[in-house]
């Protein structure tokens, strides 16, 4: 028996787990978040669970919106470097918080630095475009997808 393919397997589960993410850009286009810092965002949690198809398709998604090549280059370094603003930095670190989801009081802290950067709406919006590029993080690891590389 091979690794089943979550998205394939149980396509209207993952159907209406895609329209889940779909909705969760919405809102958060709705409430004024960049896609530059969403993207940001996915692209460090992917950094975090190690997810090689998701960098795959939101590096590129990222530089799309904006984010240069060096900025992505030292993403894993965010917090020694001057490269990124303070919301910015409030919203990574909220990312890392709430994929590790190890340390109560970071988590709590990481929310109270991003609510004095982003309004309720957009730290909803931010914290559901968190939860949701875990999800789709986990379900590409499960599912041993492999990103298509050209050379």
């Not at 931010?126 to 875990?134: K, S």
Request: glycine fraction near 4%; include cysteine.
């Amino acid at each position: 028996m091979g690794v089943p393919q979550l998205d394939r397997t149980q396509r209207e589960v993952y159907k209406r787990f895609v329209r889940t993410a779909v909705a969760s850009r919405e809102a958060s286009g709705e409430a004024g978040l960049e896609e530059s810092l969403l993207e940001l965002v996915n692209v460090r949690v992917s950094q975090l669970n190690g997810c090689a198809a998701c960098l795959a398709t939101h590096v590129p998604a990222a530089r799309k919106a904006g984010v240069s090549q060096d900025r992505l280059d030292l993403l894993p370094a965010w917090r020694e470097i001057d490269a990124f603003g303070d919301p910015e930095r409030a919203a990574l670190r909220l990312a890392e918080t709430l994929t590790r989801l190890d340390d109560a009081e970071e988590r709590a802290a990481a929310i109270a630095a991003a609510a004095d950067h982003f309004s309720d709406e957009q730290l909803s919006a931010l914290e559901w475009t968190i939860v949701l590029i875990n999800a789709f993080n986990r379900v590409s690891i499960a599912s041993h997808h492999q990103p298509t590389l050209e050379d």
